[in-house]
């Protein structure tokens, strides 16, 4: 499984995006063959898969604390926020044990995730921190469930000896340490598979209608 989804971030980092401009720190080193955020949803019936655009603040850069004046280090949390549509299409659900219609477009997911990293002076070394975040419906219209979360964090190193966890979550929101400490800092690149990122997922289901969609989220460190 983890081979699977190693392949599918692979392949979903090769695709561009528009590069987001945070207010609070700007993002324009990122690679621009590198998009800082990648969405997509995979509906498990028909096995589509789609990217999701969406607007620019829902990626955020800012500095948490400086911790050591004569190093240089500075703590930074990378975010993610927002809500991400299950359907494309305007067919209409009929909710269970009703005969109100619902429109899907009214069926979204509301994903955090967030990495939490420090950098050394010289922008050379990283320290990968914790990864955390949730998944949230964004109305109560109808009942949605989530399963088979799973969480990745890497480093970002290149070859065996980068880092990379995977967590399992029991619930719908999380906080994991890494423990690692400073490595070099690589460019994001999804060529040469660098550059320190996390990548969420999650199936949300909808009561009553059956099948499930797998939302995933990539987040990579500028």
Known sequence: MKKIISCLLTIVLAFPLSVVYAEEH????MNSSMPI??????????????????????????PVITRNSTDGEARYEISFSGDIPLFYDD???????????TNKDEAFVRANL?????????????????????WTPTTSSFTMSFSDRQVMVTDGVYGLAGKTNWYYPSSNSYYYSTGWGYVIKYPSSAEAHTGAAAFSSVNATISG??????????????
């Open 91 to 101: 067919t209409l659900i009929i909710k269970p044990c009703s005969d109100i219609q």
């Open 37 to 62: 955020f990648v969405v997509n949803v995979t509906d498990n019936e028909t096995k589509k898969v789609r990217r999701i655009e969406l607007s620019d603040d829902v990626v955020s850069l800012k």
């Open 26 to 29: 700007s993002l324009d080193s």
């Open 209 to 222: 209608m059956g099948g499930t969609h797998t939302v995933e989220v990539t987040l990579n460190v500028p």
């Open 114 to 134: 967030k990495i939490t990293y420090t950098v050394k002076s010289s922008q050379e070394e990283i320290r990968v921190e914790a990864v955390s975040g949730s």
